[in-house]
């Protein structure tokens, strides 16, 4: 059974900085992805940003220049820092995991006020 714990949220005044951590155990394997959602009150859960086993990034067009996802494939750790946050990015930050199938963390709030 894989489980996924994130932590690191918290609330932070805009234009402050951020980092997320997500923790992956049990039967993981290589090659996979990890990755970060948002999710704002009251909208679906958005990708925020990517990264494969070999290091390969991907971001959401609002956050480029702003986060940096990263990993540690012996921890099976990834990271996201977060800079220049915004009120817009208050909400639930979850890690997943992508396998044979998709798995989830429980999610870390963040809230940035104005």
């Known amino acids: 059974q894989v489980q996924l714990v994130e932590s690191g949220g918290g609330l932070v005044q805009a234009g402050g900085s951020l980092r997320l951590s997500c923790a992956a155990s049990?039967?993981?394997?290589?090659?996979?992805?990890m990755g970060w959602y948002h999710q704002a009150p009251g909208k679906q859960r958005e990708l925020v940003a990517s990264?494969?086993?070999?290091?390969?990034?991907n971001y959401a067009g609002s956050v480029k220049g702003r986060f940096t996802i990263s990993r540690d494939n012996a921890k099976n750790t990834v990271y996201l820092e977060m800079n220049a946050l915004k009120p817009e990015d208050t909400g639930g930050y979850y890690c997943?995991?992508?396998?044979?199938?998709?798995?989830w963390g429980q999610g870390t709030q963040v809230t940035v006020s104005s």
């Open positions: 997943n995991l992508v396998l044979m199938r998709t798995y």
């Open positions: 990264i494969t086993s070999g290091g390969s990034t």
């Open positions: 049990g039967s993981i394997f290589r090659p996979n992805t």
